[in-house]
């Protein structure tokens, strides 16, 4: 594979520390959320961070097809929803919910350029066969 970006974030003291990209352009404090245990203090966490990725590259990947078929698209939208729990083997699992919406075209339409997107979607390709992503494509 030839590689056209590399970028590289670093992470110090995991899901109650900080993150921080190579080229200051990005950093966040990191919280456990309650419901993993965590104290409830104010921060983001790896699961809103992927599911932030997620959505822009879905919809990036949305813009690419229809650009490449032609399509005019209005207003795009793409909302992540990344859920983790434990695995029956020990250790723990994502899924993913997708929610595409899109202005201008008809549902038929919509239907077919998420689904062309969730194939050229490098998130999507990353998780396929990994764990569960359901997508679903609204026509506004």
């Keep these: 594979m030839t590689i056209l970006y590399r970028t590289k974030a670093t992470t110090h003291g995991g899901r109650n520390g900080q993150v921080a990209t190579a ?17 409830g203090k104010t921060g983001t966490n790896p699961e809103q961070l992927f599911a932030s990725g997620y959505a822009a590259c879905f919809e990036s990947a949305m813009l690419y097809v229809a ?29 993913v919910a997708l929610t595409a919406t899109i202005k201008g075209v008809d549902q038929a339409t919509a239907e077919d350029i998420v689904a062309k997107a969730h194939q050229v979607c490098p998130y999507s390709h990353a998780t396929r066969g990994n764990i569960q992503v359901d997508v679903t494509a609204v026509a506004a």
């Design 23 to 39: 080229d200051g352009s990005f950093s966040a404090d990191l919280a456990l959320p309650r419901e993993l245990g965590g104290s």
């Design 67 to 95: 650009g490449q078929a032609k399509i005019k698209l209005g207003e795009t939208q793409v909302e992540a929803e990344v859920g983790i729990g434990p695995r029956e083997d020990g250790g723990f699992k994502l899924q």
